[in-house]
C-alpha cells in the first residue's frame, strides 16, 4: 500500500552536488534504500537505511553520498556529492516493507518501488 515517489534528478557537471528526495504516503519506519540502474548494466544498490537509522552504502558511493529520511515529512533523502560521470543512471527509490535492512541491497526484498529519477553527470 505504500507509493514512491522520487524527485529531484536533474543533470550536473561533474564534482557536482545533487540531491534527490522521495515522497513516501505514509509514515511508516520501513527500511528504504536507493537503487540505480545505468543503460545496459544491471541494477545496483546504492545505499540503504533502516528504521532504526542504520545505513549502508555501496563502496562505490562510500564517502560521497548519504542517505537520509525525515519521517516529520514522510521523506527519503539522497544527498550526493563529488559526482562521477558513471554515477549517470536512473534512481529509484525502494521500501522493504520490514523496519530492519538486515537483507541489505538484495532487490526483491524491497517490494515497493517509485518510478525513478534521471540523474545525468556530464
Known amino acids: 500500500h505504500v507509493q514512491l515517489v522520487e524527485s529531484g534528478g536533474g543533470s550536473v557537471q561533474a564534482g557536482g552536488s545533487l540531491t534527490l528526495s522521495c515522497k513516501r504516503s505514509?509514515?511508516?519506519?520501513?527500511?528504504m534504500g536507493w537503487f540505480r540502474q545505468a543503460p545496459g548494466k544491471e541494477r545496483e544498490g546504492v545505499a540503504f537505511?533502516?528504521?532504526?537509522?542504520?545505513?549502508g552504502y555501496a563502496d562505490s558511493v562510500k564517502g560521497r553520498f548519504t542517505i537520509s529520511r525525515d519521517n516529520a515529512k514522510n521523506t527519503l533523502y539522497l544527498q550526493m556529492n563529488s559526482l562521477k560521470l558513471e554515477d549517470t543512471a536512473t534512481y529509484s527509490c525502494?521500501?522493504?516493507?520490514?523496519?530492519?535492512?538486515?537483507?541489505?541491497?538484495?532487490?526483491?526484498?524491497?517490494?515497493?518501488w517509485g518510478q525513478g529519477t534521471q540523474v545525468t553527470v556530464s
Open positions: 537505511i533502516g528504521g532504526d537509522g542504520i545505513t
Open positions: 505514509s509514515d511508516d519506519t520501513y527500511c
Open positions: 525502494a521500501a522493504r516493507g520490514s523496519t530492519y535492512c538486515n537483507a541489505g541491497f538484495h532487490a526483491p526484498s524491497f517490494g515497493y
